[in-house]
């Protein structure tokens, strides 16, 4: 009897190590079947490492190339965090400071804040004194900035050292905007006159204008043309006697539909770039639309609307009960150089500074048209409120109407 119970005890081990060996073998095998899955999930996750990590790289190539200068900025923020934080100042203004007094920004009575800046040259510098004296008489502050070289000659006028000025050689007024009436310079300002020099005010206040604008609530506007102007582009800028401010134009002519049914420029939320007038927060989206290296700005009235801090039907519209005459002057590259050939010089071709302007424009129209579409069809975050409204088949339509008229006028 103990004989056999003790045999029993010795296969006990055996047989625990036999469990034990198929136990390890069947875990063994179990491993060896995940193995395949473990290996599908790590190449899953390493894909989406991967693709997060390019995603992200190329996303900072874009953001480089857009902000070349991003890597100074974050330069300046680093070197500005040695500064206690109250006192930064970060914006700035154009106001004229006194050696002795104080200066009108310290001067509590003070109130209004308003901009008006031009490009001017000599040639017109009758028109710009009346225009300058009505605005500073209404306590704008003026920056003119003179494109043809000549800044002495303005001296003699009572205003000049009132006046910012600031010279350029044949620039225009949109590269004067870039780059001298950046958002952080113009804060204080409450509307921002970005005009052309060939402006007739006789009918025109600056303080009356803004109280309409205001009551109207416009964020973006021009004052009506004069129907006796020499050079009207767009309808819906022509001064109706019968309004105090318009935001549509009803037209049937030619290829030119505007209706009530209309939603896009030239026929309703549109002003045009001789003479717009923007608010602070217009400015600061107008502003980065304006590209760097196309200095004539066409094409830039067609997308100001995108900037009007809502309904551009609503928020865009000129004001008729105070209106400009457009005289139509250009002086901007120099008049027209056509001499007629004497008998001795007629191989001699002559040469139109003013065509070449026109061409340059027009090449840069169409670039700032390709830039736009480029960038709606990248960036994939952002909505286009008017995407059903198509304005550059309007303004495709008048620019060739537009031409069709040069055409005839220089052939007479």
Request: with cysteine.
């Given at each position: 009897m103990f004989m056999e119970t003790s045999k029993s005890w010795k296969w006990l081990p055996k047989k625990r190590n036999a469990l034990s060996d198929s136990g390890f073998q069947g875990m063994h095998a179990y491993r060896l079947k995940q193995l395949p899955?473990?290996?599908?999930?790590?190449?899953?996750?390493?894909?989406?490492?991967?693709?997060?990590?390019?995603?992200?790289?190329?996303?900072?190539?874009?953001?480089?190339?857009?902000?070349?200068?991003?890597?100074?900025?974050?330069m300046s923020l680093e070197r500005l965090y040695s500064l206690p934080r109250g006192i930064i100042q970060s914006r700035t203004d154009l106001e004229l400071s006194s050696l002795w007094s104080k200066s009108r920004t310290e001067d509590?009575?003070?109130?209004?804040?308003?901009?008006?800046?031009?490009?001017?040259?000599?040639?017109?510098?009758?028109?710009?004194?009346?225009?300058?004296?009505?605005f500073l008489s209404e306590d704008f502050t003026v920056i003119l900035f003179h494109y043809d070289g000549n800044m002495n000659g303005w001296s003699d006028l009572d205003w000049s050292n009132r006046a910012i000025h600031v010279m350029a050689q044949n620039q225009t007024k949109w590269w004067f905007a870039k780059r001298f009436l950046h958002p952080s310079m113009v804060?204080?300002?409450?509307?921002?006159?970005?005009?052309?020099?060939?402006?007739?005010?006789?009918?025109?206040?600056?303080?009356?204008?803004?109280?309409?604008?205001?009551?109207e609530g416009l964020e973006i506007s021009q004052p009506a043309l004069d129907p006796n102007s020499t050079d009207i582009h767009h309808r819906i800028t022509v001064r109706n006697s019968k309004k105090k401010v318009h935001r549509r134009v009803f037209e049937d002519r030619g290829s030119m539909k505007c209706s009530s049914e209309s939603r896009a420029p030239p026929c309703t939320g549109w002003v045009e770039g001789m003479a717009p007038v923007f608010s602070r927060a217009a400015w600061n989206c107008a502003w980065h639309l304006i590209q760097n290296d196309l200095v004539h700005g066409w094409g830039l009235d067609f997308k100001f609307g995108y900037c009007a801090q809502g309904d551009r039907t609503r928020k865009v519209g000129v004001v008729d009960s105070e209106y400009v005459l457009h005289q139509g002057i250009q002086t901007l590259g120099g008049a027209s150089e056509k001499k007629i050939p004497s008998s001795q010089e007629s191989t001699k071709p002559t040469f139109d500074m003013r065509s070449w302007v026109r061409r340059k424009s027009t090449l840069e129209l169409q670039i700032f048209k390709d830039r736009w579409e480029k960038a709606v069809e990248e960036d994939r975050s952002w909505v286009d409120p008017y995407e059903?409204?198509?304005?550059?088949?309007?303004?495709?339509?008048?620019?060739?109407?537009?031409?069709?008229?040069?055409k005839r006028s220089r052939s007479l």
């Open positions: 899955f473990m290996a599908i999930v790590c190449i899953v996750m390493l894909f989406v490492v991967y693709r997060t990590t390019n995603y992200q790289y190329l996303q900072t190539e874009i953001e480089e190339d857009l902000h070349p200068s991003n890597s100074v900025k974050e509590d009575s003070f109130i209004n804040h308003n901009l008006l800046a031009m490009a001017v040259g000599i040639k017109q510098k009758h028109n710009v004194d009346t225009i300058v004296n009505k804060s204080i300002y409450d509307y921002i006159f970005l005009w052309d020099e060939d402006l007739g005010v006789e009918n025109f206040s600056p303080g009356r204008y803004l109280d309409i604008v205001k009551s059903k409204q198509n304005s550059w088949s309007l303004f495709e339509q008048d620019t060739r109407r537009h031409r069709r008229r040069m």
